[in-house]
């Protein structure tokens, strides 16, 4: 089944962030299948491929409402998750994949949690704004040491070689995963400008895709260009949210099957999906 577009509004660009605060951005406003506009960027064109995509739910699995999730991750066929908020900071492997043993440890208690990933047979997870990030053992979570960050944390990846790590910029860091040296960095453009606000970022067949940080949309960015090739509208998984917090956040690829979960800040669920491209009608 396909479903049709009407995009309205020429192209807003998200800007680099302010990184005194996350906040929300303006952007086009996108008519899905008869569905209430929903706050998305327009594909982008150009230099680019400007593919778009929609989603289909598979699968749902519960999650914690009192989990702010900043990272999701799958490793040897577990789930893994960490959380944010200052005391509620945390990692967590959920059970809900392979059916073995959940577990979960505590960040301290003043660090505010983001993104993570996993490099071997270790968890690497940020802080915000602490200046640091920690190693944990994947199995029984517990912390083997700390690093150093220049800048703010938000998300991070691993593409079997290097780290990557957004800082709520339009500007990607590659980092080494042994000594965490910054080996490089990636500007992300959209149209030849700078895309901002990029946030948890997952490695998937070759690309970096990474939530924007308040919106309802997946972005798919060439790790050799750090062009925007291709962007998943996801408008209308989760539309019971209490307040601006509950924001689509968290990818989770396992190469080893194919499967893609995704879930939010505050979300009851975790959505195992797939997702196909759509056809876009432009309007005049």
Known sequence: MKIMLLLFLPL????????????????????VAGQAPQPTPQPPSGDDRGQVYTYRIINRFPHDMN?????????EGELYESTGKIGQSKLI???????????????????????????????????????KGFIHDRDTLEPLGSFAIRTEGWGLTFDGEK??????SSRLRFLDPQSFEEMGTLSVTINGQPLGYLNELEWVDGEIWANVWKQDAIVRIDPATGHVTGLIDMSGLY?????????????????ETGRLFVT?????????????????????
């Not at 959920?94 to 993570?116: C, D, Q, V, Y």
């Not at 780290?163 to 709520?168: A, C, E, P, Q």
């Open 12 to 31: 807003v660009i998200l800007a680099a962030c302010d990184k005194g605060a996350k906040e929300s951005v303006s952007v086009p406003a996108v008519s």
């Open 67 to 75: 989990n702010f999730t900043q990272g999701l991750f799958i490793a």
């Open 93 to 131: 492997r959920h059970a809900i994949l392979s059916g073995g043993k959940g577990a979960e440890r505590p960040l301290p208690n003043n660090i505010f949690g983001e993104g993570s990933t996993s490099v071997g047979d270790k968890i690497i997870a940020l802080s915000w704004r602490a200046g």
């Open 163 to 168: 780290l990557i790590m957004s800082d709520g």
């Open 239 to 255: 539309d019971q949210r209490r307040d601006e917090d509950e924001v689509l956040n968290g990818i989770a690829y396992d190469p």
């Open 264 to 284: 939010g800040k505050y979300w009851p669920e975790i959505f195992e999906i797939e997702i196909f491209e759509i056809e876009i009608i432009k309007t005049p």
